[in-house]
């Protein structure tokens, strides 16, 4: 982000107008959802105007997106220092039993390698958060082998394991309710 004020505005007013974009919604449709006036919402994301946390508030809550998220964008947070670990606060959540946590983290990081690119040799993505330091291995039986679902390796994890099981070889999940 530019260290210019006026930098700032406009870089927040883009991200707001591809946030909206990727929402599909118009300028006035976003303006309604969000509580403020049409040529306003323009405004800001021309960069012309300085919106308060409040709007922004009323913007993120609009877009279906984190306020902090646009208060980063607008210099109001400082960005979080480290990348947030989905994956470990599935693991943590203590209303999903253990077939559910294992299913989630699974589609969770399928999603991420395709987002992310191709995957390197064992499956896991190059990038942050790709076992610098970890040293994890996955084991042998967690792939495609395993009940046709890649197993996420412990260092797309952020270290933690993710036990192979918990799901059939259709990919739908065994065992009764938890």
Do not use: C
Request: hydrophobic share 35%; proline share 7%; net charge negative.
């Amino acid at each position: 982000m530019g260290t210019d004020p006026a930098d700032r505005w406009s870089e927040l007013g883009a991200f707001i107008r591809e946030q909206r974009s990727s929402a599909r919604l118009s300028l006035r449709r976003l303006s309604e959802l969000a509580g403020i006036s049409n040529p306003y919402l323009s405004q800001i994301e021309r960069g012309l105007r300085r919106p308060s946390a409040e709007i922004l508030q009323q913007i993120a809550k609009a877009l279906r997106i984190s306020a902090e998220t646009l208060y980063v964008q607008a210099g109001i947070l400082d960005p979080p220092s480290e990348v947030p670990d989905l994956a470990r606060q599935i693991l943590a959540d203590p209303h999903l039993n253990e077939e559910q946590k294992q299913a989630l983290v699974r589609i969770y990081l399928s999603f991420r390698r395709e987002h992310e690119g191709a995957p390197n040799g064992d499956g896991a993505t190059a990038g942050p958060g790709s076992g610098a330091g970890s040293g994890a291995q996955s084991s042998p039986a967690a792939g495609p082998a395993a009940g046709g679902v890649d197993q996420p390796s412990a260092a797309e994890t952020g270290g933690v394991t993710v036990p192979a099981g918990g799901a059939g070889d259709n990919g739908q999940m065994t065992g009764g309710a938890g």
